[in-house]
């Protein structure tokens, strides 16, 4: 027997199978998982020292004060005097508010001085009527908002508006042609007959006036009596 082609046989079938190797070991690999890579031996960044951490911003304290709280029905006199302090400068949306209930009666923008404070005097356009049990006072606060959409508010001061004083009807005065009645105990003493001033009131002349008439009468008889002797 010639070993000869059983060598190439041999050989062609040691080909055959590396050829099958390398061609199935590309799709094998790709069906295997992902893996992770390993960290072991990787550098860990380290923070660096001494960096700042971001603080969240902290509202302001916002406190006001108003002048004159009180106020008479219709009529807001030289305006509501507000003024305040802790407000941060240069923040466009700062504002005093007048409100009543949820209804804003005005809220104008204010200016915030370099040391943080406000003077401002509000005059509401529109009058307003008196305090009643059943209506909501009106309040005042100041307030900033800011960028993030955060806002500060201050304390709220309330206002009273006092109702308007009644006069009494005046009573319709008399015509022209005609008298005024004057009550006799109103008549002044001085208007009075008076009897010339002798000494004697009016009983005591009288008295004495009597007692002369009958003087007469007693000596007019006597002399009667005297001449028909």
């Known amino acids: 027997m010639n070993p000869a082609p059983i060598r190439l046989a041999a050989l ?9 190797g390398l061609v ?7 069906e295997l ?6 960290t072991v031996g990787l550098p860990v960044e380290e923070s660096d020292e001494g960096a700042e951490e971001a603080v969240p911003f902290e509202l302001p304290t916002l406190a006001i004060e108003v002048e004159n709280t009180v106020y008479p029905e ?3 006199l030289d305006g509501i005097h507000v003024t305040g302090s802790g407000f941060i400068p240069g923040i466009e949306l700062t504002r005093v508010t007048v409100r009543a209930g ?13 040391d943080g404070a406000i003077d401002v005097v509000i005059m509401p356009g529109a009058f307003v009527g008196a305090d009643t049990p059943d209506r909501p006072r009106f309040m005042v606060h100041a307030s900033q908002s800011f960028e993030d959409g955060s806002t500060a508010f201050s304390n709220e001061v309330q206002l009273s508006i006092t109702a308007a004083a009644v006069e009494a009807p005046a009573e319709p005065a008399a015509p022209a042609d005609q008298p005024v009645e004057v009550p006799a105990d109103s008549v002044d003493d001085a208007s009075k007959p008076q009897l010339a001033e002798t000494g004697f009131d009016g009983t005591g002349s009288a008295l004495v006036a009597l007692m ?14 005297v001449s028909s002797r």
């Open 102 to 114: 949820q209804g804003t009666l005005i809220s104008p923008l204010i200016e915030v001085d370099p």
């Open 74 to 76: 219709g009529d807001w």
């Open 33 to 38: 998982p992902d893996q992770p890579e390993p």
């Open 212 to 225: 002369f008439v009958a003087i007469g009468g007693l000596a007019l008889a006597r002399r009667r009596s």
């Open 12 to 20: 062609a079938a040691a080909a055959g199978l590396l050829l099958v």
């Open 24 to 30: 199935g070991a590309p799709a094998a690999a790709e």
